[in-house]
């Protein structure tokens, strides 16, 4: 049983199936958390993964999320993004999952590949972020047969509206996944 109070803002408002099948957040984004994601994504500080992978740890329903799932996939950045930032805050977060859980799956770093130039979510309003990201992603040709049937198990730091995670899900469904849920370290509540 998933406490409500860890799932992500996406999965408490939606009525109709999705592509993610669940969600779990660890905490609510706002202070202190709110600054911490900030210097981890922004401010060149990747070492904070292991604080914020110990929370997401501790989200009631996050361990059997990972005992559960075949593998960690994280949310892709573009390539310019990630040259300009110098890493990826998601994979940084699968990492330091792996070296903390007793039972982690293995992470596929690649297994998604994100399409195009969108702009960066954080940047844009409610609505724009609900339609930046449609068709964003696409599952790895060469991780077709590893995907088949499986249960994914998305990673990210926040989630906002969920439309990242949503299309991302998608896409690997459209890749042969079976079940995908997300675990992120903060999520914004739903208003």
């Given at each position: 049983m ?7 803002g ?8 999705a592509?993610?099948?669940?969600c779990l957040a660890?905490?609510?984004y ?5 600054d911490l994601?900030a210097?981890?994504?922004?401010r ?5 993964a292991?604080?914020l ?10 361990t059997?999320a ?7 996939i994280?949310i892709?950045?573009?390539?310019q993004?990630?040259?300009s930032r ?21 992470g596929?770093?690649?297994a ?5 130039e ?7 309003p ?9 068709g ?7 991780h077709?047969?590893a995907?088949?049937g499986?249960?994914?198990l998305l990673i990210?730091?926040?989630s906002?509206?969920?439309?990242t995670?949503?299309s991302?899900?998608l896409?690997?469904k ?6 995908v ?10 208003h």
């Amino acid at each position: 049983m998933v406490l409500q109070g860890s799932v992500c803002g996406e999965c408490l408002t939606r009525t109709a199936p999705a592509p993610l099948d669940h969600c779990l957040a660890a905490v609510d984004y706002a202070y202190p958390w709110d600054d911490l994601i900030a210097r981890f994504k922004f401010r060149d500080e990747p070492g904070l993964a292991g604080v914020l992978a110990e929370r997401m740890l501790a989200a009631p329903g996050a361990t059997a999320a990972l005992t559960q799932s075949d593998w960690l996939i994280p949310i892709p950045l573009n390539p310019q993004r990630l040259v300009s930032r110098g890493y990826n805050q998601a994979w940084e977060l699968v990492k330091a999952v792996q070296a903390r859980a007793q039972r982690a799956p293995p992470g596929l770093a690649d297994a998604l590949v994100r399409l195009g130039e969108a702009p960066d979510q954080h940047s844009l309003p409610r609505e724009q972020r609900l339609r930046n990201l449609r068709g964003a992603f696409a599952a790895a040709p060469h991780h077709a047969d590893a995907l088949r049937g499986t249960r994914v198990l998305l990673i990210d730091d926040v989630s906002t509206t969920g439309t990242t995670l949503q299309s991302a899900a998608l896409a690997l469904k459209q890749g042969g996944a079976a079940q995908v849920r997300g675990l992120v370290v903060a999520r914004t509540l739903s208003h």
